[in-house]
């Protein structure tokens, strides 16, 4: 099932200071990006991050974010939604 999920950013980062856990974060992404369970990632122009997951259900892209060095930390929090497919071109065959 593909999976949305938009950040929240919760409290503010300091690029200097918090060099270690953004390099945390950029192995875990790169991790999940090379298991296959990360299939897309962005920045929107609030340079919150927008990832497209791969997973069984919404619990377990729950517990999969959960994880990440950034949420852990109280950093970041992810807006999760399940994504199903467009039904609506149907209503051209009716």
Request: hydrophobic share 40%.
């Amino acid at each position: 099932m593909k999976i949305l999920a938009i950040e929240t950013e919760l409290k503010k980062l300091n690029s200097n200071s918090d060099k270690e856990i953004l390099k945390d974060e950029a192995r875990a992404v790169l991790e999940l990006q090379q298991k296959d369970i990360l299939r897309e990632i962005y920045f929107d122009e609030n340079h919150c991050a927008v990832l497209i997951l791969e997973c069984n259900d919404k619990t377990e892209a729950e517990k999969i974010l959960s994880e990440l060095p950034l949420v852990k930390s109280g950093f970041i929090r992810f807006d999760i939604r399940e994504l199903h497919p467009y039904t609506g071109f149907s209503r051209l065959f009716e």
